[in-house]
């Protein structure tokens, strides 16, 4: 069940990538857009795309407020780069979702729903499972 529900937010965001959001500004001033409107998946699906094409890959050195962490902007990012990551930002990326999986248990953000919020949850600890074990292959276990 939660990977049908996983595979349908990622075609919910690619569907809606025609969104005009341009740079590697990740949030507002009160975060990414939470809603299920197609404007704000198409935000963050656009921020998604900003955050993946970034060659020096500088968001993953910010950390996330819980806004971000709710919004799984950064979730989907590091799916995108995962192979592309070093060892350093392997670590960086398991700790940042470590933090995420702590502002998550804080409960849904402003603006997000309670289904959407364990749906984020769930990806959180998928995502950051996928990014230990890619870590462990890639750069060791004692790494």
Sequence with gaps: MRASRYNLVLCLAAAAAVSGCVGLDTQTASGPCLSDSSECVGQ?????????ADPSRAWIAQSADRGTAASGVRLFAYQNVRDKLSCPELTSAVSDLDAAKR?????????????RHNDIKAMTNDVRAALAASKIRRCGPGT
């Design 103 to 115: 502002l998550l248990a804080e409960g849904p953000a402003a603006g997000q729903t309670m289904a």
């Design 44 to 52: 963050r699906t656009a921020m998604v795309r900003s955050m993946s």
